[in-house]
């Protein structure tokens, strides 16, 4: 059974940055794709980023182009995503997700997952 568990959430200012971790248990790997959603309250999940199972193949939510980068390490089984210039609207519970049957690819919906962690907080405040 394939676990997974964030962390590196936490407050930090406008304009700031987060690393947000990914650590998967269980299962290899290297046959995921792995996406990161964020759900903010009364709203739904939507997806942020995710990374193929290569990793050579990765997708941005508008919200994230040009600020936030996805990367894993498939040695240490931990995907990452960087966050750079937060803004106060990206508060929200972020989530990571593992799917085995996207292959070369990955998506930016929630429906391919099988697998998800429990989320981490990120508050973006002053």
């Known amino acids: 059974q394939l676990q997974l568990v964030e962390s590196g959430g936490g407050l930090v200012q406008p304009g700031g940055s987060l690393t947000l971790s990914c650590a998967v248990s269980?299962?290899?790997?290297?046959?995921?794709?792995i996406g990161w959603f964020r759900q903010a309250p009364g709203k739904e999940r939507e997806g942020v980023s995710c990374?193929?199972?290569?990793?050579?193949?990765?997708e941005y939510g508008d919200s994230a182009k040009g600020r936030f980068t996805i990367s894993r390490d498939n040695l240490k089984n931990t995907v990452y995503l960087q966050m750079n210039s937060l803004k106060p609207e990206d508060t929200a519970v972020y989530y990571c997700a593992a799917d085995q049957k996207l292959f070369s690819i990955c998506v930016l919906s929630t429906g391919p997952y099988d697998y998800w962690g429990q989320g981490t907080q990120v508050t973006v405040s002053s």
């Open positions: 269980g299962l290899s790997l290297d046959n995921y794709a």
């Open positions: 990374i193929s199972s290569s990793g050579t193949r990765t």
